[in-house]
């Protein structure tokens, strides 16, 4: 608790009016790979507290559809749309159908995580679960030129998910923010551009 209150991007967010220091692991992101830009449509996984969706609204002005989903309340976010509930739900799936004009969609964003159980191999492997539910997601909803960001944490399942993500997308890079924690495995993944049906192996 010390740690978090102390944690200078805590700080930050606080003087700067964002929800989370999650917020400045995407601004990093953005600001190196340009995810976000006006009129896109863009769906936020997991996306309780806001912070990642309150970038995504902040970095596209107001053009474009900015859609939160997570199984958690979110305190409403101005121009951020926010459907509760389980995302692979067919209700969950037509509202964000609806509100984004049957359009597909441009960026997936994921910064899923399990509840933490604190038994190391069960944790992982909910967490690679969740990974591959956030994939099969994007593979259905996106753009043939749209884009996956998606949280991992380095252990047994990363490279399986490293060699999946590269059957689906063209590009696949690494990421690691300056407000990831240094002592934290996690990375960041963004899989560019999807490849053909028959081009996946």
Not at 32 to 58: E, H, I, N, Y
Request: hydrophobic share 40%; proline share 4%.
């Amino acid at each position: 608790m010390r740690e978090h209150i102390n944690d200078p991007f805590v700080q930050r967010a606080k003087r700067e009016g964002y929800r989370s220091r999650a917020s400045y692991k995407l601004l990093e992101i953005d600001a190196r790979d340009r995810l976000l830009k006006p009129g896109m449509t863009v769906v936020d996984l997991g996306c309780t507290p806001g912070g990642w969706s309150q970038v995504a609204r902040q970095r596209m002005g107001k053009q474009g559809t900015v859609v939160g989903i997570d199984l958690l309340p979110m305190l409403p976010l101005e121009g951020v749309s926010f459907l509760m509930g389980d995302f692979r739900d067919e209700a969950v799936n037509a509202q964000l159908r609806k509100l984004s004009g049957n359009r597909q969609v441009d960026l997936v964003l994921s910064d899923l995580a399990p509840n933490i159980s604190g038994v190391a191999l069960y944790d992982q492997a909910r967490a690679a679960e969740l990974w591959e539910l956030a994939l099969e997601f994007s593979e259905l909803v996106l753009a043939p030129h749209g884009k996956f960001l998606v949280k991992v944490f380095h252990g047994a399942d990363f490279e399986i998910y490293v060699r999946h993500m590269r059957e689906v997308f063209k590009r696949v890079v690494t990421r690691k923010p300056a407000a990831s924690r240094d002592r934290s495995s996690e990375v960041y993944l963004l899989g560019e551009g999807l490849k053909e049906v028959e081009q996946r192996v």
